[in-house]
């Protein structure tokens, strides 16, 4: 059977979850938060060598807490992960988060908890630094308020600084249903020093997995071999100046160790979309949430939507490079090679 997209394409397809975005346009910055509309089964999977996060140990199998209340995606480096505390704020006013306390001496508190990654766009050219307090905290507020069902994709939250070896990165998100009616969804910002698209002619090296209609038509692929050592779409190798952070969700039953395969499977959804992938250089980084409630997914049925998050966030990663603008003098790849404007 034919894979079939959600109704919206979009992470935002998984029952219970929201995406909100927020940017610094003169810093060529910004967020993104996935808000779960009722606390989610959460775990997460590191594969970079450079990364930068929040809580991610909060989200091992061995740890307390197996929920949480939204994740943040955000540019601006270690600055970033104070989006986090503004995403905080709201929710405690809210009235969201872990409950500690429960005694006349010690009141109720809710924590929410809200792990985080970030990626490096501080480089990016014709930024304007800001002056006094970073701007990420103030954007953490103004992306979860604003997380809704419809979200932008390309030069949007924390995709907005970002690019995708030499071509101008961004946001991307993509979504199937599956034969049980199970909905998968991934949500991603690419900002890496791999390439994700051929040397030399400009097609995605995951074109394969695109649904009809999803990404503008490709150009053909050479005749000549394929040089595994040609990096000539590649980003110059700076340290910790890349970067692909990424969210999959299902609507599914999973605890921790579920979520923990899922976001592990899920990662080979990079590895099909982008070369090089894991380097020293990058601090990939994926989430994973569940939503639904019930008996947990049997193995079988997690094996079906692992295979399904790696292929969706292989979809998102074409759709976060085909949907970006060029930007500070970094070409987009419809700039260089595309042909027809991607369907909705």
């Known amino acids: 059977m034919a894979s079939t997209a959600g109704p919206r394409n979009l992470i935002t397809d998984v029952a219970g979850i ?91 508190i809710r924590v929410p908890i809200v792990p985080a990654a970030i990626l490096f766009d501080l480089g990016f050219p014709g930024r304007r630094i800001w002056s006094g307090e970073p701007p990420y905290r103030a954007l953490g507020r103004r992306a979860v308020g604003a997380a809704a069902k419809e979200l932008a994709q390309g030069n949007a939250g924390a995709g907005l600084g970002a690019t995708a070896g030499r071509l101008k990165g961004g946001i991307g998100s993509a979504s199937v249903v599956l034969a049980g009616g199970v909905a998968v969804g991934a949500l991603v910002a690419v900002n890496s020093c791999g390439s994700t698209v051929r040397p030399a002619c400009g097609r995605f090296w995951a074109a394969d997995l695109a649904l009809p209609g999803e990404i503008d038509p490709q150009p053909a692929a050479p005749d000549m071999p394929f040089d595994p050592e040609d990096f000539s779409e590649c980003k110059a190798v700076v340290a910790g100046a890349n970067t692909t952070i990424a969210v999959v969700a299902t609507d599914a039953a999973l605890d921790k160790a ?19 992938i894991h380097t020293p250089f990058d601090g990939d980084t ?53 042909q027809a404007p991607a369907a909705p």
Do not use: K, N
Request: proline residues 5%.
């Open 18 to 108: 929201l995406v909100g975005h927020a940017e610094d346009r003169d810093g060529a910055t910004g967020t993104t938060v996935v808000l779960a509309e009722a606390p989610a089964t959460a775990s997460v999977d590191v594969r970079g060598g450079a990364p930068g996060s929040r809580e991610t140990e909060l989200l091992s199998l061995d740890t307390l807490v197996d929920r949480v209340d939204a994740v943040v995606l955000s540019g601006g480096s270690a600055f970033g992960l104070d989006a986090a505390a503004g995403v905080m704020e709201w929710l405690a006013a809210a009235g969201r988060g872990f409950a500690v306390g429960s005694s006349l001496r010690s009141p109720l």
């Open 286 to 338: 994926v989430f994973a949430l569940a939503t639904g409630v019930g008996p947990t997914a049997a193995p079988a049925t997690l094996l079906q939507l692992g295979t399904a998050a790696a292929d969706c966030l292989a979809r998102a990663v074409m759709r976060a490079v085909t949907m970006a603008e060029p930007l500070g003098g970094v070409p987009s790849w419809r700039q260089l090679w595309g």
């Open 258 to 276: 579920g979520c923990r395969r899922l976001a592990i499977m899920a990662q080979d959804g990079l590895a099909r979309a982008i070369r090089p």
